[in-house]
Every structure is written in C-alpha cells, then in structure tokens.
C-alpha cells in the first residue's frame, strides 16, 4: 500500500532481486555442469555470471533502502494508533501529521516539459539540507559537461521539485 505513494512504483525491487538471484543460480548450476558447445560459450557464460553477481549489492542496497523508507512509514503510522486511519490521514494530509520528521526526494526537472534529468533524485534528504541538494543539482546541470549544455541550454530552464514523505 505504501507502494502508490511513490517509494518504487516504477518496478518491484524484491521481484527483481528474486530474478537477479534465479539467473545468477542457473548460470552457477550451467557453469558447474560444464557441458559448453564451444570455449567462447563458456567465456560468455562466466562474463555473463560475473557481471549479474557483481550487480546484486547494488540491487541489494536499493532493497534495503526501500524497505527501510516503508518500515520507517509504517512504524510512524502505527504510533498514530489506527493503522487504516494513521494511513489515511498520511495520504490526506502528508507527512507532517506523523510522529517522525519528514524526509524529502528533491529531483531536477526540466521547466518546459517536465522530464526528469536523469541522476539527478536525491533521497532521504532531510529538511535542513534541502536548498543544499537544490544548489548541488543546479550547479551539477550547469556544469560545463552537464545536460544544460549538451542541450544547449541555461540554468534557467531548470527546477527543483521537492517532495516530502
């Protein structure tokens, strides 16, 4: 439930840890068989596993963050004492009505149609260091390698949005 505010709609990090882990099983169980139609098939094989396993702490990481923001949420909700009501008024009124401070997602976003420069969300950022992730997201796309210039261009077609939850 949590989920439909925001925290990973885009994709189910679990699903996709538990994927991550099938494959990187079946290669460990084809690379351990052994039976390759050529050496190349095995080289790919092995690249291929290494590559995925090198991938899993990250994709680990990004779980576990996930995870902590619900726990997070859902520990605040139950203070409240109604959990369905707790998360009724969390989707009314916002963060402010819960027990816990507010973390914030700051993203840069393009001015004229809204699109989201990409490495550019910030999370879990409190409330005190928001105009700081603002400035550094300002002077990241105005950089002499950054999206203001490969596109051609200023500072000025860009913002901040800053989301609390």
Do not use: C
């Amino acid at each position: 439930m949590i989920d439909n505010l925001g925290f990973h709609t885009d994709n189910d990090l679990h699903t996709e840890l538990t994927d991550l882990d099938r494959r990187i099983s079946n290669l460990a169980a084809q690379i351990d068989g052994g039976y390759f139609h050529s050496p190349e098939a095995e080289w790919n094989t092995w690249a291929h596993y290494q590559n995925l396993t090198a991938a899993r702490p990250e994709l680990a990481a990004k779980v576990t963050e996930a995870d902590a923001d619900t726990d997070r949420l859902l520990n605040a909700i139950r203070t409240v004492g109604d959990t369905t009501l707790g998360f009724i008024a969390y989707v009314v009124y916002g963060p402010r009505v819960l027990p816990v401070p507010a973390l914030h997602e700051v993203r840069l976003i393009e001015r004229d149609g809204g699109y989201t420069v990409p490495g550019t969300v910030r999370r879990r950022v409190p409330a005190d260091q928001v105009a700081e992730v603002e400035r550094e997201l300002l002077t990241q796309v105005a950089a002499p390698n950054g999206h203001a210039r490969l596109w051609g261009r200023t500072v000025r077609a860009y913002r901040t949005q800053v989301t609390a939850y």
